[in-house]
C-alpha cells in the first residue's frame, strides 16, 4: 500500500540573539500556524512524526503529534546544518553565509558543518528512520537547510540554494516511501488544509 512521507519545516521563531539558535522558540504566528495545520485533519493517516532536537521543531511536532494521537520520535540527527561556530548572525550576513553553503558544499562556510556533510547526515537518517517506519505515512519535522538538502538529493539534483524554501518556514514536500522522487517542490503547510 502507497505511503507518503512528508518533510515539514518549522514555522516563523522568535529570533533572540541572546540565545543559542537551536534554543529559539516559535513565535505566536508560527504557533498558530502549527495549531491550525493540527486542528484541519490534513495529515490523517500519519501514525510516526519524527523531529529534529532542537526546540522550534519540537514545537512544531508536538501539536501535531497530539493531534495526531502518536507520539513524537526525537532523533538527534536531523538537526539543521550545525552553524555553532559562529551562533547567530544578523539577517545580512547570515543570508551571504548561507548563499556560500549552498554554492560551495564541499568547502565549511566560517566553520560550519558543510552541506556535503549535512546532506549525508539528514539522507542516513530518514533513510534509517523509514527502514523502522513500515506502515502508515510518515512526517518528518524539521529544517529548511537540510531539508533542502533532502530535497536535493531526492530530486537527483546537485545542491543548490534555488531549491530552497521560501522565507518563513512552514513549508513542507511529500514523497512516496520508501524513497521516491519528491511529488511537487516546497510549498507553504496552509496548501495541505486546502
Not at 543559542?20 to 504557533?31: F, K, N
Not at 501514525?47 to 520520535?73: D, F, M, Q, Y
Not at 539577517?91 to 565549511?108: G, K, N, W
Request: contains cysteine.
Amino acid at each position: 500500500m502507497p505511503r507518503t512521507v512528508r518533510y515539514l519545516t518549522h514555522t516563523q521563531v522568535v529570533v533572540d540573539p541572546d540565545r543559542p539558535v537551536r534554543d529559539w522558540s516559535l513565535s505566536e504566528a508560527g504557533l498558530a500556524r502549527v495549531r491550525a495545520l493540527a486542528a484541519s485533519g490534513a495529515l490523517a493517516g500519519t501514525r510516526h512524526v519524527i523531529s529534529s532536537p532542537e526546540r522550534k521543531a519540537l514545537e512544531t511536532a508536538a501539536p501535531l503529534a497530539a493531534a495526531l494521537g502518536c507520539r513524537v520520535e526525537v532523533r538527534k540527527r536531523m538537526h539543521e546544518n550545525d552553524r555553532s561556530a559562529t551562533g547567530y548572525l544578523p539577517p545580512d550576513e547570515f543570508e551571504i553565509a548561507a548563499h556560500r553553503f549552498f554554492a560551495d558544499p564541499e568547502r565549511s562556510v566560517r566553520g560550519w558543518e558543510t552541506a556535503t556533510a549535512a546532506q549525508s547526515r539528514i539522507v542516513a537518517e530518514v533513510r534509517h528512520c523509514l527502514a523502522e517506519c513500515t506502515s502508515a505515512d510518515v512526517l518528518f519535522v524539521g529544517h529548511g537547510g537540510v531539508g533542502t538538502l533532502l530535497f536535493c538529493f531526492l530530486a537527483g539534483v546537485p545542491i543548490s540554494r534555488d531549491h530552497d524554501q521560501r522565507a518563513g518556514g512552514g513549508c513542507f514536500f511529500a514523497f512516496e516511501a520508501p524513497w521516491g522522487m519528491p511529488w511537487a517542490g516546497w510549498r507553504p503547510m496552509e496548501r495541505l488544509i486546502a
